[in-house]
């Protein structure tokens, strides 16, 4: 299965509201818009993939509902392999709630639903499709023990592991140990250093800290650590030669970052399972991210390969 980009990890229906400012604990703002989207981090960087024009898989749990049947005919249209999707009759498809202010900022609150119940048994019955993967990313909307055994089969195979922690929890060190790269964004960098109980160096801040905590996370065998800046772009730092560089955002208006990340990951991961080296393809994700927050929606928003190579040719990296 040569150069496949497997994505594993949640699919949920989006219910956005728009509105000026995020209310107040005990508040309620009126006058906001209703927008209903497909999302989830997983389905959302299967989307980002697939539109960069690599060939990718998908695996998740989606209840057997009507969201459910909505996200196997929307992303079978995207070109996602859906073969190896589970749907569990007795639960709902996840399902997110997402408030975006004028500035395009949001919070999300996730009933994560069939996707908490992807299990160790079901990957296990997809081992030959991760073992035999180019590219394989996961992120934390699915159970720690699920991520595990993923991580733990594409060991067997000469795959690229490449983890997102978010929504950031702790993480075994078991597990960190099998990551190629992982892709945080700036403050779940830093809680991640936290939880591991790296000491912060006096007077490190900003660049300096971000740099000093990817270094002391790659200690534990992960060869990069990239971490997302949003509007300021991002830094990837490389164990290997103890490499250090900066890759800035094109600057744009965003309208809406629910899914800025996701798209960043996704056309890496796509990019990478086509041969791509790693800070060029860091490059084109930055370069679709930027696109991305520029439109609303999350799957939505995600570009397609003719609109990030158009960019990428105007930012001249």
Known sequence: MPNKAVIIGSSNMDMNIYLKRFPSAGETVTGGTFKQFLGGKGANQAVASARSNADTLFIGKIGTDIFGDQMISRLTHEGINMNYVFRDS?????VAFILIDD???????VAP??????????????????????????????????????????????????????????IPLEVLKTVDIIVPNEGELLQLHSFLKFEKKNG???????????????????????TTLGKRGCIVYN????????????????????????????????KLSKGVPIITAVKYATVAASIAVTRKGAQESMPYSSEINKKFDEVKY
Do not use: H, W
């Not at 007795?90 to 996840?94: L, V």
């Not at 500035?103 to 609150?109: A, P, T």
């Not at 309208?255 to 800025?260: F, K, L, P, R, S």
């Open 239 to 270: 164990k290997s030669n103890d490499e250090v560089s900066e890759i800035p955002a094109p600057l744009v208006k965003p309208i809406d970052t629910v899914g800025a990340g996701d798209c960043f990951i996704g056309v890496l991961a796509g």
């Open 113 to 170: 639903g069939a996707n908490a119940k992807l299990r160790v048994e079901d990957i296990n019955m997809r081992a030959d499709i991760i073992k035999n993967a180019s590219v394989l990313v996961l992120q934390m909307e699915i159970p720690m023990e699920t991520i595990k055994e993923a991580f733990k089969l594409a060991l067997k195979g000469d795959v690229i592991k490449i983890l997102n922690p978010a929504p950031l929890k702790s």
């Open 103 to 109: 500035n395009g900022e949001n919070m999300i609150s």
């Open 204 to 226: 490190s801040y900003g660049k300096e800290q971000i740099i000093q905590a990817s270094k002391d996370i790659s200690s534990l065998g992960i060869n990069y650590i990239i």
């Open 90 to 94: 007795e639960e709902a498809t996840g």
